[in-house]
T-cell receptor
Framework: GQNIDQPTEMTATEGAIVQINCTYQ??????LFWYQQHAGEAPTFLSY??LDGLEEKGRFSSFLSRSKGYSYLLLKELQMKDSASYLC???????????WGAGTKLIIKP | DTEVTQTPKHLVMGMTNKKSLKCEQH?????MYWYKQKAKKPPELMFV???????INESVPSRFSPECPNSSLLNLHLHALQPEDSALYLC????????????FGPGTRLTVT
């Protein structure tokens, strides 16, 4: 079957660094995505990894290891507005559909 | 313009009503999507349109009927819905089906009474 696992909830302190992990088992791999979703709002695209390694974009970085079926999203210099759910999604086989994880709710405390 | 708009923002309907959700984008995207999202769950893909043709229907009940009148518009017609259909309905678009970045609209919060 196809499966994407990520922690249900994480808590971090304002100004700190947090790493949200995602592991996946899918039939085929055509890229891994991270989306941010604030409560009651639409998901917004954060990052896309298709090759192994680290992609850095400002305070956010995303890492991929295809051999391990593993990715993480790293958030630095946390701000209160970073409190949101972070969704990991994989494009599996050739029909370009996204397989979504259940999301990690990140709570930022002052 | 990198925006996907959806109307209405909120909709309350009875089980015998007929209503429509609307989605619009002016980014020249040729792939458009309908997702359903329940609370604390990830989005579930319902339909995909590619170049105004329905390319994916994820075994969605016929009480949901999509329509793509042109490349900028996507509708979802609702009829005889059930209370369990209450959810956030998200529209998204991408340059084409192979493009990796999907832009999501703000969603329509649907309540079926």
């Amino acid at each position: 079957g196809q499966n994407i696992d990520q922690p249900t909830e994480m808590t971090a302190t304002e100004g700190a660094i947090v790493q949200i992990n995602c592991t996946y088992q899918t039939s085929g791999f055509n890229g891994l995505f991270w989306y941010q979703q604030h409560a009651g709002e639409a998901p917004t695209f954060l990052s896309y990894n298709v090759l192994d390694g680290l992609e850095e974009k400002g305070r956010f970085s995303s890492f991929l290891s295809r051999s391990k079926g593993y990715s993480y999203l790293l958030l630095k210099e946390l701000q209160m507005k970073d409190s949101a759910s972070y969704l990991c999604a994989v494009r599996g086989d050739s029909n370009y559909q996204l397989i979504w994880g259940a999301g990690t709710k990140l709570i930022i405390k002052p | 313009d990198t925006e996907v708009t959806q109307t209405p923002k909120h909709l309350v309907m009875g089980m015998t009503n007929k209503k429509s959700l609307k989605c619009e984008q002016h980014m020249g995207h040729r792939a458009m999507y309908w997702y359903k999202q329940k609370a604390k769950k990830p989005p579930e893909l319902m339909f995909v349109y590619s170049y105004e043709k329905l390319s994916i229907n994820e075994s969605v009940p016929s009480r949901f009927s999509p329509e793509c009148p042109n490349s900028s518009l996507l509708n979802l017609h609702l009829h005889a819905l059930q209370p369990e259909d209450s959810a956030l309905y998200l529209c998204a678009s991408s340059r084409d089906r192979s493009s990796y970045e999907q832009y999501f609209g703000p969603g329509t919060r649907l309540t079926v009474t």
